[in-house]
Structure formats: structure tokens, C-alpha cells
């Protein structure tokens, strides 16, 4: 059995990523969806929310597990006992990052392979921080997220209003 893990923020999951995810379920036997609760960014939702959003999205997929994490990636492959990590690419500029992370991973854990799926045509355009910025200027965002997210985006835009919103670009 092959297990991938597909680790990322998704602050919110939106269409881009559950495309990914789901794409990967067609080369793994198993994948991890992992949520990293300590980037050094602000978030608009807590880890156990973001975790809830997330689960809620693969409900139906028993091939995807969703998990948190709060340390290095390779450190969490291994301690699943993952060898590959799955990744997004949307536009050129994700490829220079993706590769210099790819090899710092590889430096870091020689035995986890890193694989990049390029994203779907139709969600080229999509980033959480897009999301969360239609969001939070009360455009629609029904096309980018599932109906729970949308809905959890709603709330919180309320709860947080503008004044508060600079802090939560990325």
C-alpha cells in the first residue's frame, strides 16, 4: 500500500485542493490530507476548525484520512509511515517554490518522493487568500467552495469584520 500525504494550511479548503486531493486517490492507495496548524502566517480559521472544514470536505472519500500536524512534513510522512508528498501547481511562480521546498525535503528525508499534480484548468485562479478576500467583500464564492465552507466563511467574516481583516492576509 502506497500512502501519500497532501499536507497544506487550507485556510479555507476550497475546489483547487479538493481536486488535487481527489486526483491523488487515483495514484495512492491511501492519502493524508495534512493540516498544518504553525505556518508563519495569520489564519482565519483555528486548526480544529480548519481539520472540521477539511474532514467535511472528503466525508465521502474513504480513501482520503485528514489529519493535523504541527511539525516538519518529512517528519510527519515518516511518522505515518508516508513516502510521498503531494503537491499543487497552479501557475508558474508555484513551481519555484515547489522545487526549492522539494529539495530541502529531499535533504531532510532522502526516502519521501514528492509528486506535483498541475491543478485543474478551472482552478487555476484559486488561492485561499482569494477566497477569503471574495469572502470577506461579500462576493461569491460558491463556485470556489463547498456550501459548508461558504457557510463557515460567512460567520466568520462576521465575527471578524473589517476592521480586523489586514491581519488576515496572507
Do not use: W
Not at 483555528?46 to 481539520?51: D, F, H, K, L, N
Request: with cysteine; charged share 25%; hydrophobic share 40%.
Amino acid at each position: 500500500m502506497v500512502r501519500a500525504v497532501f499536507p497544506g494550511t487550507f485556510d479555507p479548503i476550497h475546489y483547487g485542493h479538493i481536486d488535487i486531493a481527489t486526483r491523488a486517490t487515483k495514484i495512492f492507495d491511501e492519502l493524508v490530507v495534512a493540516v498544518y496548524d504553525r505556518p508563519l502566517k495569520n489564519l482565519l480559521f483555528s486548526p480544529e476548525e480548519r481539520i472540521a472544514l477539511t474532514k467535511d470536505s472528503f466525508k465521502d472519500n474513504k480513501q482520503i484520512k485528514v489529519m493535523g500536524y504541527n511539525n516538519l512534513t518529512v517528519e510527519f510522512c515518516q511518522g505515518i509511515d508516508a513516502h510521498v508528498i503531494v503537491r499543487g501547481l497552479r501557475v508558474f511562480s508555484d513551481f519555484e517554490y515547489e522545487f526549492r521546498m522539494a529539495l530541502a525535503n529531499h535533504r531532510l528525508a532522502k526516502d519521501i518522493e514528492v509528486v506535483a499534480l498541475i491543478t485543474s484548468e478551472e482552478h487555476t485562479f484559486l488561492s485561499s487568500t482569494t477566497v477569503r478576500e471574495i469572502a470577506f467583500l461579500h462576493g461569491d464564492v460558491s463556485t470556489m467552495v463547498p456550501k459548508h465552507v461558504q457557510e463557515a466563511l460567512e460567520r466568520r467574516m462576521q465575527e471578524v469584520g473589517e476592521v480586523n481583516y489586514t491581519s488576515l492576509k496572507d
